[in-house]
């Protein structure tokens, strides 16, 4: 497998106890274990804690999409975000 996409969710009780960025390295450490060259995920543009996470860990954001994601009736940006890992 050449690329990987990355999913994570964490409940709000849960934030800022550094899990997400254990999951995410875990997830990195893995990914490279199993030959995969480039690992991708999509977030909500207005989700700055998320972009600010991944951006530390070394993702680039690559692509907008516009309206793509609904959220309780309402319609988000999306953004695209690469890290190549290979």
Sequence with gaps: MHV???GI??????????????MIRQALKYAR?????IVE???FANNGRA???????GFKKVGL?????KNKGRY???IIMVKNIG
């Design 4 to 6: 990987g996409e990355l």
């Design 33 to 37: 274990k199993e030959g995969i060259k």
């Design 76 to 78: 988000f940006d999306e």
């Design 65 to 69: 999409l516009k309206g793509t994601l």
């Design 9 to 22: 969710f964490i409940k709000k009780l849960y934030r800022d106890k550094g899990i997400g960025e254990f």
């Design 51 to 57: 972009i600010h996470l991944y951006k530390k860990l």
């Design 41 to 43: 995920l999509s977030v």
